[in-house]
């Protein structure tokens, strides 16, 4: 029986989320090949995956679904007890590094320079982008 559950995701950039798994500290391993990397579970137990963020004894996964997007795979009960970060914490955490790195790319790709970031109390970030021209 397998203890390893889906967390559905919008996230469509693998690179984008590498980078903001990277900003929040999480130690990473990325697939170079088809092969996948391995993600570690309940007694033991692997899958493969795109990417695998090392939780201590057990780790989550990244894997593409079927529309596009990226999962997360996890034996969601041994990272919580072990690491102490629910799957909901890991979710929305990961979530908004990824949105602020994708906006960041975004206001670079279309040729503006971040001019101010500010982050509030409740965590809501704010960008002030500028373009010359």
Wanted: hydrophobic fraction near 35%; glycine fraction near 10%; charged fraction near 20%.
């Amino acid at each position: 029986m397998s203890h390893f559950t889906k967390c559905a995701t919008k996230i469509t950039q693998l690179a984008a989320l590498q980078t903001a798994l990277e900003q929040l500290g999480h130690k990473i391993t990325v697939a170079t090949d088809e092969q996948g990397v391995t993600v570690r579970g309940y007694q033991g137990q692997t899958m493969k995956a795109d990417i695998c963020i090392d939780m201590g004894k057990y780790d989550i996964g990244v894997v593409k679904a079927e529309d596009g997007t990226y999962e997360f795979v996890s034996d969601w009960w041994g990272v919580e007890t072990t690491h102490g970060t629910t799957e909901a914490e890991f979710t929305q955490e990961v979530n908004q590094k990824y949105a602020y790195v994708r906006v960041v790319e975004a206001c670079q790709q279309a040729g503006y320079s971040l001019d101010n970031i500010t982050t509030k109390e409740d965590g809501t970030v704010q960008l002030a982008a500028v373009k010359w021209g």
